[in-house]
């Protein structure tokens, strides 16, 4: 039974002056792909709705064979340049303008294959409705675990051939894509970054800035239908079945006020128990799962320090003797000490103060132990 998160506030004092390589896809890393080469030709070839937009199609007739009566089904065209609302629906008939002339003959065709030889590149890009896909060649690279510095936004590489590296992504993923709105079409942004870790540099680090570009469409005999979409965000309060109460305690055991100076080193006392002290155990005792401290009351603030870990082992004992689980009469209570320190980047000389915070993960369990539901100390000489 999981109990939520606790926490609680203390002062302290400072006292003192050539190889084969294996990318997994995993859920939320992009769509499952098996040969990420022939994905890439397939989704480059593709045609319709599935592209991030529809290639013009032509309605032909064998009587009608001129460019200029051969009309497109539709075609792309800038809202700014040709205002939609000339197609607005309305009683009776009304010439178009001349200009829509333009947009309703069929281009002139273009050689898709030189543009496409002349794009191909180091790196290339293919985008559509939902997902973009990336690649790199890895000749470019001098280091053979080049792609475990190499990522999409924030996104890793997630496939990869003998020729490149390929980063194959869904929008939806969090992969930091920025998007831009405009009249005409809708940009997504996103840069691929090479930053090699270590302490020396064989290889320059780069980023490449990379865009997709979406046209907006409209359907000419839907102008006159705007839809409007009304809603908003409805909060609503958890509250727990049962409450757990995280107290700072002195070496006697009695709860210490609101604020309390320690010495570095010093071990500082802590107790977690069900706020009702009258409700009866039975065959369950409680268990800490997890708890660490942070400089902030936000639990999600950093840096954070982890005390207790491991599924209930007190990993902070492996630092420092005074940091253990102590005897305690209840099974619904678990007390433990922790030797009091301070965050390195939190030291200044204009103060001598900081306020740290206790953040416990807290369970109920069966009475005895197992490997996911225990309390233990390591011992700080064998670190086991």
């Known amino acids: ?4 998160s606790v926490h609680a506030g203390l002062l302290l004092q400072l006292l003192c002056s050539a190889s084969s390589y294996r990318f997994r896809s995993r859920a939320g890393y992009g769509p499952f792909v098996q040969n990420p080469e022939s994905e890439w ?3 480059k070839t593709m045609g319709g709705e599935e592209r991030a937009g529809p290639a013009p199609r032509v309605w032909k007739s064998g009587a ?7 009309f497109p089904e539709w075609v792309y065209a800038q809202k700014s340049a040709y205002p939609k609302e000339v197609f607005q629906p309305e009683k009776g008939a009304r010439p178009l303008p001349d200009w829509s002339g333009e947009i309703l003959r069929v281009p002139v065709a273009t050689s898709s294959t030189t543009a496409a030889a002349a794009r191909a590149g180091v790196v290339e890009l293919l985008c559509h409705v939902d997902r973009i896909y990336v690649r790199i060649r890895r000749d470019v690279f001098k280091s053979l675990n080049a792609y475990k ?15 490149h590296y390929y980063l194959l992504y869904l929008l939806k993923t969090d992969c930091g894509f920025k998007l831009e709105s405009k009249a005409d079409n809708l940009f997504i942004s996103v840069v691929l970054k090479y930053m090699p870790a270590g302490q020396v540099l064989r290889q320059m680090p780069f980023s490449v800035p990379l865009q997709c570009k979406y046209p907006r469409f409209f359907n000419s005999y839907k102008v006159g239908i705007h839809p409007k979409l009304q809603g908003g965000t409805v909060f609503k309060a958890l509250q727990p079945k049962q409450n757990v109460i995280l107290a700072a305690l002195d070496a006697s055991g009695n709860e210490l006020p609101e604020s309390k100076t320690y010495t570095l080193g010093q071990p500082m006392y802590f107790e977690a128990k069900m706020a009702n002290a009258t409700a009866k155990s039975g065959d369950q ?20 320090y982890t005390v207790i870990d491991n599924q209930g082992c007190m990993v902070d004992s492996k630092a420092s003797k005074q940091s ?21 980047d939190g030291v200044s000389t204009s103060t001598q103060m900081q306020q740290l915070y206790m953040h416990c993960d807290v369970s109920v369990g069966t009475l005895t132990p197992s490997p996911s539901l225990k309390a233990c100390n390591y011992d700080p000489a064998t670190k086991k």
Do not use: H, W
């Open 1 to 4: 039974m999981r109990m939520g």
């Open 41 to 43: 030709e397939r989704m």
């Open 64 to 70: 009608i064979t001129a460019d200029e009566n051969t």
């Open 149 to 163: 510095d190499l990522k999409l936004g924030t996104c890793p590489v997630n496939q990869g051939t003998k020729a």
């Open 285 to 304: 005792r409680m268990y800490i799962n997890k708890c660490f401290m942070t400089a902030s009351q936000n639990p999600n603030s950093n840096p954070k």
């Open 324 to 344: 253990k689980f102590l005897l305690g009469a209840s099974k619904m209570a678990l007390k433990f000490s922790v030797a009091a320190f301070i965050f390195k």
